[in-house]
């Protein structure tokens, strides 16, 4: 009997999605690594020497997906619990806590001094009250409830007077009132925020943090997601919730997880937590929905210009200490002026430490939305890679959009440069942000490939190669997120339309059809067309989603 080590899988008779072959029907799997591709009648000569021959019956065959940018235990809360992505309006918002409190309580779940109601995804600005809930209505809806509700940015959040008061507990905390982002009424934002979410997750317990992360994780592999990166820190999550996630992941039963702790100076606590940069969501500025990404201009709606979390010298600081420990470093950066101080942050460490050492390790920025011309150039010449979410532009932009309320249209037409990032040699990894956006590989694809502003879009190609071998290529891995033999057997099986080439230039796409030009073709991703349906999501040779 073989081993998982050396068991050898033939799959046969659909299409493969590979560079080796644009025109490959068959690959070989041998352990986890791949070992073949090549087209249905070579297969034939690899059937006696296969443990499990494979009948795709007309499925397409790609790399698995890697969601470069997601926050597991939140997401696994949302979709196991009160979600309110997509609620439109205030009212029922309302209505759906109410309704989940009473549930709550009536399994035992919630009670006086008893635990916390983490719900998640409103979004005020297409509510028709124009408002996000009040601390009042919030406390009428919880009937008096410990209630954390963070908004589709997670920016901010509606907190209630017993989350408050349980903030505050710790007679060595600090009183929200005189954190930055407290508004006695409204929503937090900033560290009042970041007060009241380590509360909340503070009062979960070890089960229901677990339950969560399975859920994600479970709901990642049932996408075709083969790998996640955690953006996890002291401000997001915890050092535990970290350990835990990652503990979870080495069983080996669902995709793998690639753990970064934003912490600023947090080297030796990254490597003790076991996570492979100092970085993910380390905080330059906040987001545009809640009025707190960091901009050279003031907002088109609030007269200010958001917050400033880290100043050009403490990135220079934290990239330099990074760069010297050999690890990787990031920041979350939205606003133009946030990127303006990670830009000459890592600039004047790499005059400290040298260009080709800052280059070699990749450093990251997470979302890169308002990049100008000059951004771009620095990206490129630091080596910088850009994390970003092509779903906020889908959620977020067009004439009606919320970028566009807090920006005006002029510049919420620079943001998210996918395009011009690419054409620059920008390397891109393509995440959710999940809870944020859902977990939605091909959604994400489609999103890129069909940008609301057209300057911005690029092919389907490369927006599925940002999704696979970029998000490998951010963790320092080049020999993954693709079909070649010699890689790692990291795939998933679709059942799916017809495939075509689709790029903004008709021209290019006219040309790729072509069967002289190679090139392999994708599913249909034209808005309204039925997104591909996962059959089975296989990591280092193993399933986890599905069957074979």
């Known amino acids: ?27 070989v799997v041998q352990g986890d690594t791949v070992a073949w591709i090549g087209s249905e009648g070579a297969a034939d000569a690899y059937v006696d020497g296969a443990d499990q021959v494979v009948d795709l019956a007309g499925a397409l065959v790609t790399p698995a997906f890697v969601d470069a940018h997601v926050h ?44 916390v109601l983490i719900g998640h995804g409103w979004d005020d600005t297409g509510w028709p009250e124009n ?10 809806a919880a009937d008096g409830a410990a209630v954390y509700l963070s908004r589709t940015d997670v920016h901010s959040a509606a907190a209630s007077t017993a989350l408050r008061a349980l903030a505050e507990r710790d007679p060595a905390a600090p009183r929200l009132a005189d954190l930055a982002g407290h508004h006695p009424d409204g929503p937090l934002s900033q560290g009042a925020h970041h007060a009241v979410r380590r509360a909340a997750l503070a009062h979960l317990t070890a089960d229901q943090r677990r339950d969560a992360q399975r859920a994600t994780l479970d709901r990642a592999a049932a996408l075709g997601i083969g790998a996640l990166h955690e953006c996890a820190g002291p401000d997001i999550s915890s050092a535990d919730d970290l350990t835990g996630l990652l503990a979870l992941a080495a069983q080996g039963d669902g ?27 380390l ?40 760069t010297e420990a050999g690890m990787q470093a990031g920041f979350h950066a939205i606003g133009d002026a946030a990127l303006d101080a990670v830009v000459e942050g890592v600039r004047a460490a790499a005059l400290k430490v040298g260009t080709d050492r800052v280059r070699a390790l990749r450093h990251r920025v997470e979302h890169a939305e308002y990049l100008d011309d000059r951004a771009v150039a620095a990206f490129a010449e630091l080596g910088l890679v850009a994390s970003v979410q092509p779903a906020f532009d889908a959620a977020w932009g067009g004439p009606d959009g919320m970028y566009v309320r807090r920006l005006g249209a002029d510049r919420a037409a620079r943001l998210n440069p996918f395009a011009q990032l690419l ?52 963790v320092g891995r080049d020999d993954a997120g693709v079909l070649v033999p010699g890689a790692p057997a990291g795939y998933a099986v679709w ?9 903004p230039d008709s021209r290019v796409a006219g040309w790729s059809t072509d069967p002289r030009s190679g090139t392999p073709g994708l599913p249909d991703l034209s808005p309204g067309n039925p997104l591909p349906v996962c059959l089975a999501t296989v990591v280092r040779g193993r399933v986890v989603y599905g069957s074979l």
């Open 495 to 503: 059942r799916t339309g017809d495939l075509v080439v689709q790029a």
């Open 1 to 27: 009997m073989t081993d998982r080590t050396t068991r050898t899988v033939l799959l046969r008779g659909g299409t493969v999605y590979s560079p080796a072959d644009p025109f490959a029907t068959a690959m």
């Open 255 to 281: 995709p793998e997880v690639f753990g970064y702790w934003g912490e600023l100076g947090g080297v030796d606590t990254a490597r003790r937590l076991g996570a492979v940069g100092a970085g993910g969501d």
């Open 72 to 115: 597991a235990t939140s997401t696994g809360l949302a979709l196991t619990g009160l979600d309110l992505t997509g609620c439109p309006s205030l009212a029922e918002a309302l209505a759906r806590l109410e309704r989940h409190v009473r549930q709550e309580r009536s399994r035992g779940r919630l009670g006086p001094d008893q635990g």
């Open 131 to 140: 408002r996000p809930p009040t601390r009042a209505e919030l406390d009428a």
């Open 423 to 474: 054409r620059a040699g920008v390397p891109l990894a393509f995440g959710s942000d999940a809870p944020v956006t859902p977990l939605d590989p091909w959604g994400t694809v489609r999103a890129a490939a069909f940008h609301r502003t057209d300057e911005h879009r690029i092919s389907v190609r490369a927006a599925f190669t940002a999704h696979t071998r970029g998000g490998w290529r951010a």
């Open 283 to 322: 905080f330059v500025d906040g987001a545009l929905g809640s009025h707190t990404a960091c901009l050279r201009a003031p907002y088109a709606d609030a007269p200010h210009t958001g917050a400033a979390h880290l100043t050009a010298a403490q990135v220079a600081d934290h990239v330099t200490a990074c």
